[in-house]
């Protein structure tokens, strides 16, 4: 019973492709979000959505397209991949929006491993 | 600028020793600080959160502080196993809603 599940873990592909990443979780957050951690480990947010609203849009290049269905769900879709796209996706919730309550810790998924070829 | 830097990178300790990992922030304007634990291939774990009203958070053996004045938080593992050994991240949540990371202390405790 995982809390915060993404799909696929690995994921390798060639230059060009469009490929989605899948994000769910399990613990009724009204918030979810999509992180990005390069090669240098640095984490850096792209997007955040409450209840189904996008709230954060990071200067991130418009290849890349969350869409939300429902506030359990938030898939992240990439078109055109590039080489400088590779690194570690990671899914992630809270139950409010950071701020509104200001104690509202982050539930991560697994992370999945993209490599652009 | 809203950085958040971690030193050392990386440590290595014998078991039964305390573990001291140091977190600074710019921009004192913080609502929260966490720590987080990130284990190889594997997503990241909150372990503590600290509000910026309080100054610090317990949860079994690990102690995390804030000063929020001199930009500074550390995270305190009392006595040491070898199952602590991963990479700790400190996030500070800005009045912007942005959660700055650091780049993680790397550690290793050696039995």
């Known amino acids: 019973d995982t809390a915060v599940s993404q799909t696929p873990k690995y994921l390798v592909t060639q230059m060009g492709n469009d490929k989605s990443i899948k994000c769910e979780q399990n613990l009724g957050h009204d918030t979810m979000y999509w992180y990005k951690q390069d090669s240098k480990k640095f984490l850096k947010i792209m997007f955040s959505?409450?209840?189904?609203?996008?709230?954060i849009n990071e200067t991130v290049p418009n290849r890349f397209s969350p869409k939300s269905p429902d506030k359990a769900h938030l898939n992240l879709h990439i078109n055109s991949l590039e080489l400088g796209d590779s690194a570690v996706y990671f899914c992630?919730?809270?139950?409010?929006?950071?701020?509104?309550?200001?104690?509202?810790?982050?539930?991560f998924g697994s992370g999945t491993q993209l490599s652009v070829l | 600028k809203q950085e958040v830097t971690q030193i050392p990178a990386a440590l290595s300790v014998p078991e039964g020793e305390n573990l001291v990992l140091n977190c600074s922030f710019t921009d004192s304007a913080i609502y929260n600080l966490q720590w987080f634990r990130q284990d190889p291939g594997k997503g990241l774990t909150s372990l503590l959160l600290?509000?910026?009203?309080?100054r610090e958070q317990t949860s079994g053996r690990l102690n995390a502080s804030l000063d929020k004045s001199s930009g500074r938080s550390t995270l305190y593992i009392a006595a040491s196993q070898p199952g602590d050994s991963a990479t700790y991240l400190c996030?500070?949540?800005?009045?912007?809603?942005?959660?700055?990371f650091g780049k993680g202390n790397q550690v290793v405790v050696i039995p």
């Open positions: 996030a500070v949540l800005y009045g912007n809603n942005r959660l700055a």
């Open positions: 600290i509000q910026s009203s309080q």
């Open positions: 959505y409450n209840n189904k609203e996008l709230i």
């Open positions: 992630a919730s809270s139950q409010d929006f950071p701020g509104d309550l200001a104690n509202e810790k982050l539930f």
